[in-house]
């Protein structure tokens, strides 16, 4: 009685229960069963074939610029790019982390594409487990894979594979190493010597002096070289560069434009220095038989306003120049002037009166050797100021060249062509001197 009442209870209790519960159950699984099923998504560059596509395009990208580099190396193109060497801890640095990123970036590619590829064939190849395991394990980097084919003298699964991913993982090792070696910088000389004629300032080198039985020969040749060869001068103006003269500077030209690169030749520069005539040698213009007279031994020629004209020459070593345009210093200061009587052609009644000498400055220049235009030229002379001073000669030893186109300079100057340019001045306008 007692053991029929509890086993009742018992029942009672239970079955509700255990129907609910398998209800439950039933349900989920239909609501699983239900459910809609998504595969996971995977980004383009994973797909078989854009990581097949990748691997063939970067390793021969691989191959081809090794190609390029070895074309370059054996032709010697290397050495056509130059840096000066102010820039090379620059340019040594920029190359070579230039090289090493790059490096580490297209290997870092490399092993992604080849990795991801090695292992979607090992999941899809049929083999045992472990071989599986060993194949992917491999290629989480050097160690590992070494490790792994340390593995392979106790359970052979996958040698083959696995000491191809020791391989590869180590030539990429290497390529990373050896990458930013490829590039360096090397200091060379690149200057060398080179025997070529040139052509350069000519020499009349038999010593010119009133008493060599020689001088009127050697003048006349100089003075036919000067009619024949100096017509252009005068129209050398405003810094016009051409080929063997820059400003007042000639430089020898090389015979030849067959060699590439720069060359180092001689030049010559004509630095004039101007001064104001003094006041010890001036006095007023007489005008006498049809010219006037500087101090009754000097021949001024009539002229007009806005004109430089020199006087005869009556030293070889320097030239006086008489003008009617206002010639000043820096400092806006005139220099000496002088009276005309009578004026010439009634406008001019009084001109401005300098004396001017010429020495030689030896220059180097450094020129292209193919268009032999100019780079460099040292050392320079140019004149940036001026003040106007007394004329005074420069010292023998300095004048002195021993080539009497040099020495004699001003005989060759006043026989040079006169100057065909046109007259433009008007009576406001006045000139500077840097001299």
């Not at 509890?6 to 029942?11: A, D, V």
């Not at 009672?12 to 255990?18: K, L, T």
């Not at 390793?59 to 010697?76: D, E, K, T």
């Not at 070889?316 to 200061?333: A, E, M, N, R």
Request: proline fraction near 4%; hydrophobic fraction near 40%.
């Amino acid at each position: 009685m007692h053991s029929s009442d509890l086993h009742s209870r018992y029942s009672d209790d239970i079955s509700p229960y255990e129907e609910v519960s398998t209800d439950t159950l039933l349900d989920s699984a239909i609501s699983l069963l239900q459910m809609p099923h998504k595969g996971l998504k995977r980004s383009w560059f994973t797909t078989p074939n854009v990581l097949r596509l990748s691997s063939l395009v970067f390793h021969s990208a691989l191959v081809v610029i090794h190609l390029a580099l070895v074309g370059i190396w054996s032709r010697g193109l290397e050495h056509r790019f130059t840096v000066a060497l102010e820039n090379e801890k620059v340019a040594s640095f920029l190359i070579t982390a230039t090289s090493t990123a790059f490096g580490t970036i297209y290997s870092a590619i490399l092993v992604f594409v080849t990795q991801a590829l090695s292992r979607r064939r090992s999941l899809q190849k049929d083999q045992v487990l472990t071989a599986t395991h060993d194949n992917a394990a491999a290629w989480a980097g050097i160690g590992a894979a070494l490790l792994h084919l340390w593995y392979q003298k106790a359970v052979r699964a996958s040698l083959g594979r696995t000491l191809t991913a020791v391989l590869y993982l180590m030539t990429i090792s290497g390529l990373h190493i050896t990458i930013s070696s490829l590039f360096s910088l090397v200091t060379f000389n690149s200057s060398r010597s080179f025997l070529s004629a040139t052509i350069g300032l000519p020499a009349f080198n038999p010593a010119f002096t009133v008493t060599n039985s020689r001088m009127p020969s050697q003048r006349d040749e100089m003075l036919v070289y000067v009619a024949d060869s100096l017509y252009f001068l005068p129209s050398v103006l405003d810094s016009t560069t051409s080929l063997g003269l820059q400003d007042g500077s000639l430089y020898d030209m090389l015979d030849s434009d067959a060699l590439s690169g720069n060359a180092t030749v001689d030049a010559s520069g004509f630095n004039i220095t101007c001064g104001s005539v003094p006041e010890e040698d001036r006095s007023p213009l007489v005008y006498r038989d049809g010219v006037w007279w500087q101090n009754s031994n000097q021949i001024i020629y009539s002229t007009q306003v806005g004109i430089i004209s020199a006087m005869p020459p009556t030293d070889s070593d320097s030239v006086v120049l008489y003008s009617t345009i206002p010639i000043v210093d820096s400092s806006g200061k005139s220099g000496s002037w002088v009276d005309v009587i009578p004026p010439m052609n009634t406008s001019v009644s009084s001109i401005q009166l300098l004396q001017c000498s010429l020495t030689l400055v030896r220059q180097l220049a450094t020129v292209d050797a193919q268009s032999h235009k100019i780079q460099t030229i040292e050392p320079s002379f140019k004149k940036n100021t001026s003040t106007w001073l007394p004329y005074a000669a420069p010292h023998s030893n300095v004048t002195a060249d021993g080539n009497v186109f040099i020495d004699t300079w001003a005989l060759w100057y006043g026989a040079m062509p006169s100057s065909d340019f046109m007259l433009d001045y008007s009576g406001s306008e006045t000139a500077t001197v840097l001299a």
